[in-house]
């Protein structure tokens, strides 16, 4: 007798223990991806699907957990058991909102890759000059230099300054541009000396540590990563809230932010590796990135790049949002047909993108392969001095 209530003291204790694991994972799914928190601001069915696949999880198992494992009641025990391990199994992709294989992917658009404006040297460059006489002139043994394409006007005029014109020209090949990706490639690889970035994605850090690179970060300056929309849409302000619940697909409304003619809000986004999207991945933390969903019409691509799809007409709205950082949008690729949101009611001017007022406030860097030495470290060096931050903000960066 005493032994039968000890078996069923353990098999209650046993059961509760369980269900308490159950739910409690549950729970902490929910909260750890901002289910809960944002609940009332799921708008789509896409969003909620999660939310909805984590409750089956946590009843089924529930239900399996204390339901009498009798023979009558096998096959609602088996169907309850494959609710369980179905829908947890499908979180992750639900997380990701990844329900279209089928659907025709965002053609591969890229920005203007023509940078021959900001060459140095060249006659009516863009690209800034001092002045006063530069405190640095390498004459010889010129660090390869590559980076970002926003980036390319600061390295442009950092070479312009430091290096001698009569050295550049015996070996050109030592500003060259090619893009995020492949600059961090050239780095890894031993290819470049330096290169000027916005920051490294997870898969190129993966990729530097598989090759034995040890990537040394230098800030030589700060920007500010913003978003964009049509310059018609009514929308002047976005919450951090907001650009979250929007890019991790539980906003998928216009209306949800207060502009109920906007329609289904046009979500783009750039390649896996660019600086842009490395700058999401960033905001985003540890909350999955939705993938885009299919475009209502093929059209709605746009042109050449993002600055271009973010002015993007359907039925009478500009329904895209967009993102990039401020130097490229304002100059090298404007848009005037669009126009960057302010950020918790905080804008992206010089003074808050100095004092860090601004959310999304970053820095760019020099990035070399071990610590910088030679003329790679004079090179940097010199960009770390008073004439070099200014070169970085007469091209219309701010200053560290």
């Not at 490294?200 to 970060?217: P, R």
């Amino acid at each position: 007798m005493e032994k039968e209530k000890f078996n069923r003291i353990f098999d209650i204790t046993l059961r509760a223990v369980l269900s308490a694991a159950i739910a409690g994972g549950g729970v902490y799914i929910l909260c750890a991806y901002g289910y809960f928190s944002e609940l009332r601001y799921i708008d789509n069915a896409i969003g909620v699907i999660p939310f909805a696949l984590v409750i089956v999880f946590i009843s089924s198992s529930l239900a399996v957990t204390w339901m009498r494992h009798k023979a009558q009641f096998a096959a609602l025990s088996a169907t309850l058991c494959f609710f369980a391990v179905f829908s947890v199994a499908i979180v992750p992709n639900a997380l990701r909102g990844n329900w279209f294989p089928f659907a025709k992917p965002y053609p591969k658009t890229g920005a203007n890759t023509d940078v021959s404006a900001y060459a140095p040297f060249s006659p009516n460059t863009l690209a800034v000059k001092l002045d006063e006489p530069s405190e640095l002139i390498l004459d010889g043994d010129l660090p390869v230099l590559d980076g970002a394409l926003a980036l390319y006007p600061v390295y442009s005029a950092i070479a312009q300054t430091a290096y001698s014109e009569t050295a550049f020209k015996q070996a050109p090949e030592s500003v060259t541009f090619t893009d995020t990706l492949q600059a961090y490639d050239g780095i890894i690889s031993g290819e470049r000396d330096v290169i000027f970035v916005a920051g490294a994605a997870q898969s190129q850090m993966q990729k530097a540590k598989e090759h034995g690179a040890e990537l040394v970060f230098t800030p030589i300056g700060k920007e500010a990563f913003v978003f964009l929309v049509g310059k018609n849409n009514p929308i002047d302000d976005i919450s951090v809230r907001q650009i979250r619940n929007i890019y991790s697909g539980k906003t998928a409304k216009w209306a949800t932010l207060g502009w109920r003619e906007g329609g289904n809000i046009i979500a783009f986004q750039r390649p896996e590796g660019s600086g842009s999207q490395t700058g999401l991945q960033q905001i985003m933390g540890n909350i999955p990135i939705a993938a885009p969903r299919p475009l209502p019409d093929d059209s709605l691509v746009g042109e050449n790049s993002l600055m271009k799809q973010i002015s993007v007409e359907y039925k009478g709205v500009q329904p895209a949002l967009g993102y990039s950082y401020r130097f490229f949008a304002q100059t090298m690729l404007y848009n005037p047909d669009c126009k960057i949101l302010s950020v918790d009611g905080v804008a992206p001017t010089n003074e808050n993108i100095k004092s860090g007022a601004y959310p999304f406030t970053v820095r760019f860097y020099a990035v070399t392969n071990g610590a910088p030495s030679g003329n790679a470290k004079r090179l940097i060096d010199f960009v770390l001095s008073p004439q070099g931050q200014k070169l970085i903000e007469k091209t219309g960066y701010t200053a560290l």
